[in-house]
């Protein structure tokens, strides 16, 4: 079998999460990581493949069928992703949602400039919890739609946490109410607040004779971030963060629940991940997703697309005779 | 705006379902349905629509975009499917996954003769149960998934009990046994038996005088039926079984746990149904399938097709631009 050949741009958790999904898939191979580090500090897993410097990439246009890009969507994608594009096929997990249709068009017109295609914003959420509420919306067309995060770590509100004066390390989590959570469920379609629907615990190294009242109060009355909701401050040890909060879990929930018919059916659409890591999770969609790059590639398309406009039998190893026999 | 022209086959549960989901699609409207009975005897509900006996139907080939065909699996789609895709672009509900296959490819052929396009086995399951197995193992390439139905009447079980001697009327239901689901849920990936993941509710109206003890006995010992699963039977009055039994409620779950990473990071993927009509359900999905028919047909293309093969952007009314910028 001739395989699919792959280019990770960027080598972070991500980027070693795509590696591991590649290793799980047989029709891909790794063939380089692109890294703006000195290469040769860079040791990648697989043995064969290459570890290059981004600059350069284009030395390997025709060893590489797709890449894909494991970078920042604040300051690195949205400059990588239509350079990229411009020679390769692409995926990425841009997830910065105000300015997706502006990336859109960037990486469009850079991908059909170049007759590559790029899949953009790729992943969970954006990714599949999208694609649940596309689906779900079109089926079920008067209702509401809801959204729960979690539990998971927010990197944005740790951050915000660890520039506190006084705060050594910290972590937080954003946890899904359970009480929301179930009143969504039974359909009945409620109002939920910002604060009705997310808590936000808090894990806090504070520096030595640090005032922690201060600490706590300033986290819970940080404006945008925490004032809206719950938020629980816990102080612990260096220690105790290393050993119980340096895993990556995420997940949540999406449900969407209407009415149809005449005499008021009522309906609950629910899907859910629990995930035990999130950036491994988010590589293996990507991985998923670089297949359909390829076929649509290698159909003669062009251009950026979402995963709103990629057929699912595009992702499967199997072939769309195989999959509606099997699992049709 | 200029509306989807829906023709609708069959005027059972799932026409009357269809019709009441166009009514809830602004971009779609009903021209007419196909009957076998006496259109005269015939009454629906949209007052515009024209009710016509099946063989008038290639009088209206200019006049209707997609033919939703509520037809039974056993012996009317099989006939029907290709008949209709000669003519007209269709949509329907094929569910004898076993004849899948030979389905597609006779309903292929004379779409692909006749320049329509034909969506199969849609619904819920064939449809988004199929939907969801296909992208969850794409990304969870190591690992197992596990589909329950229920709670939910199943028509061929409730058929069956009223074949015994004695039995005047019975319903029953398909139940997923909890347990299962929860060990499921974890991750765990647990082996199980037919018996573990669904159990039998019977409630049967018993002719007077009829021999209850016997009764349940055949059911409970009843081959393929019942007779490897844990089944209850409780006997009711006719009046509690129209009063408690009568409505169509249905719903399951598909999950996927597996694995990635090379430090066996678990994963699961949960996918659920609770829906107060089944056949209300189905026919939102038919119906957000013909839009899809619709607007392949009109970029030219034709044959079959399964939900496998269509892009989800094709399901919305909304444009693939509003629905990148609002639900990515």
């Given at each position: 079998?001739?395989?699919i ?13 795509v590696?591991?999904a590649i290793?799980r898939n047989?029709d891909m ?39 894909v ?22 995926i ?27 899949i953009?914003?790729v992943g969970?959420?954006?990714g599949m ?152 999770f988010t590589a293996s969609v990507l991985v998923a997703y670089a297949r359909a790059a390829y076929r ?11 995963v709103?406009?990629i057929?699912p039998a595009l992702l499967s190893m ?11």
């Amino acid at each position: 079998m001739e395989k699919i050949r792959i280019g990770i741009v960027g080598y972070g958790n991500i980027g070693r999460g795509v590696e591991q999904a590649i290793a799980r898939n047989e029709d891909m191979e790794l063939k380089a990581v692109f890294t703006r580090r000195d290469p040769a500090a860079v040791t990648v897993k697989t043995e064969s493949a290459q570890v290059k410097h981004f600059d350069e990439m284009l030395s390997m246009k025709n060893e590489i069928d797709v890449m894909v890009l494991c970078g920042g969507s604040a300051t690195d994608l949205p400059v990588i992703g239509p350079e990229v594009a411009a020679n390769f096929n692409t995926i990425d997990s841009f997830d910065t949602h105000a300015k997706i249709p502006e990336y859109f068009a960037n990486v469009d017109k850079a991908a059909k400039e170049g007759g590559n295609v790029s899949i953009i914003s790729v992943g969970w959420d954006p990714g599949m919890f999208s694609l649940n509420r596309l689906y779900a919306e079109s089926i079920l067309v008067q209702g509401s739609t809801y959204t729960f995060w979690g539990k998971g770590v927010s990197q944005g509100h740790s951050d915000a946490i660890r520039r506190i004066k006084g705060v050594k390390n910290a972590i937080q989590y954003t946890v899904p109410m359970d009480e929301a959570v179930e009143r969504v469920r039974t359909g009945s379609e409620p109002q939920l607040t910002t604060k009705d629907k997310h808590l936000r615990e808090c894990y806090v190294v504070a520096e030595e004779g640090a005032d922690k009242a201060a600490i706590e109060q300033e986290i819970k009355t940080m404006p945008n971030y925490f004032d809206e909701y719950v938020t629980t401050v816990t102080f612990i040890t260096e220690e105790e963060l290393k050993a119980e909060h340096s895993k990556m879990p995420h997940g949540g929930f999406v449900i969407r629940s209407g009415e149809t018919g005449t005499e008021g059916s009522r309906h609950v659409i629910e899907y859910s991940l629990k995930l035990d890591s999130n950036p491994e999770f988010t590589a293996s969609v990507l991985v998923a997703y670089a297949r359909a790059a390829y076929r649509l590639s290698k159909a003669g398309e062009s251009g950026a697309r979402s995963v709103f406009e990629i057929a699912p039998a595009l992702l499967s190893m199997k072939t769309p005779e195989q999959l509606r026999k099997e699992i049709l």
